[in-house]
């Protein structure tokens, strides 16, 4: 039987794949910038005889073929870049780059789609069609690396009818998964905006143009565009996060500089709200005397779990699993590139739980102390190798 196949692979090949996520871990490498972990990954690969391309410089695509390869195609993802973040786990595989750090557990997506491919190869005359493997670069960073592979033709020759990808949920506990049908996280825009008068004296504020004042209203209005325009049911998210203006005391700047991030959960509603916070900013700065540089930079989209595959995914992982360890996943504000591949082909993108409440396993992602339990990758393996090789859509 194909699942018990899986679950003794998965199982025999876990320890191979602990020590290779423990060695991405001590070596993360930025966006973009993933030379030595796309190395590891062509060489496993290759040890496997599993053919692969480059693409997007950095990024691996393999392919295994099963019986029947052209009948069905399931691309099956996994990011592999680290964050700017100084660790601070005290753990034998802590990170030897210093300020930089597997804190998203990309290191840990890697290494479970590395353990699932070797896994559906050696049971690939037990299932039909081709799986397509995707270790992706910069999910961190915009424009996005599953934009830059879509660019390159990763959703082509062949054309996958299906695409998975999961993520470590570090409030799930371990042995868990949880999924959720229709918009599971949001899209998410960067916001840059230069407020420019002439300063001058702050003793004689009547003479210049304040930028700092300006700056500061419209960071209100900003947040009032937000919280009246939008309806009450579509979360949406504009934060400034930045506000860089004065050296001194005494000087009203000529110029501050505002940085912050949108968020929405409806692609609609996301458009129209930059052209109100364009007309806004530009509208209130200029009323007041001041010049406005404006720029929005468009990035990921929302990510969309189609509802036919999702409801497929839940169904096999509750056989593979058990019925008690699926949950729904919450929504999220965050953001991730995967909603690229949702918006062109049905995906699926659902949690894997890591947390362990009795080793002190607690951080959230994006934090210095964030970390794993490690039997979360033998379930990772098993799961997504169960999906690819079972989920016809």
């Known amino acids: 039987m194909i699942k018990e196949k899986i679950k003794q692979l998965a199982k025999q090949s876990a320890p191979e794949f602990v020590a290779i996520r423990q060695y991405i871990h001590a070596h993360p490498e930025l966006s973009y910038k993933e030379f030595e972990t796309s190395k590891l990954i062509q060489q ?5 005889t599993i053919p692969f391309e480059i693409k997007a410089t950095t990024g691996v ?4 073929k099963g019986k029947n390869p052209e009948r069905r195609v399931v691309a099956l993802r996994a990011d592999m870049d680290a964050l700017p973040i100084k660790e601070e786990n005290d753990i034998p595989y802590r990170s030897l780059n210093e300020g930089i750090m597997h804190a998203c557990g990309h290191d840990v997506h890697t290494s479970i789609l590395l353990g699932a491919a070797k896994v559906l190869n050696e049971i690939k005359n037990d299932f039909e069609g081709t799986i397509k493997l995707i270790f992706q670069p910069g999910e961190e960073r915009n424009p996005g690396g599953a934009s830059l592979l879509i660019k390159e033709g990763v959703l082509e020759n062949p054309k996958p009818q299906a695409i998975f990808g999961l993520h470590v949920h570090p ?3 371990v042995g868990k998964l949880s999924f959720r049908s229709g918009v599971v996280m949001a899209s998410a825009d960067e916001i840059y905006i230069t407020v420019k008068g002439p300063g001058g004296h702050a003793a004689a504020p009547h003479t210049t143009v304040d930028t700092v004042l300006i700056a500061s209203q419209l960071v209100v209005s900003l ?4 919280s009246r325009n939008r309806n009450p049911f579509s979360p949406s998210v504009l934060s400034i996060t930045s506000f860089q203006g004065g050296f001194t005391t005494n000087v009203i700047p ?3 500089k505002l940085m912050g991030t ?3 959960m409806d692609e609609d509603w996301r458009f129209k709200a930059h052209e109100l916070i364009r007309k806004e900013a530009i509208g209130l700065v200029e009323s007041m005397g001041a010049s406005i540089d404006l720029h ?3 990035g990921y989209p929302v ?3 189609n509802e036919k595959l999702n409801a497929l995914a839940v169904t096999q992982a509750e056989t593979f699993m058990g019925k008690e360890n699926i949950s729904e996943t919450e929504m999220r504000m965050g953001a991730e590139d995967f909603g690229y591949y949702t918006h062109l082909i049905p995906g699926c993108f659902y949690r894997l739980g890591v947390m362990n409440t009795e080793k002190g396993i607690l951080s959230g992602v994006h934090t210095p102390t964030f970390n794993i339990d490690e039997s979360a990758i033998e379930i990772g393996m098993g799961m997504m190798a169960w999906l690819g090789a079972t989920v016809t859509t």
């Open 44 to 48: 496993k690969l290759t040890e496997m």
């Open 262 to 264: 949108f968020r929405a």
């Open 254 to 256: 000529s110029e501050v």
């Open 61 to 64: 695509v393999g392919l295994i």
């Open 223 to 226: 947040q009032q565009i937000i």
């Open 303 to 305: 990510v969309l779990n």
């Open 296 to 298: 929005i930079d468009v």
């Open 171 to 173: 409030g799930l506990p």
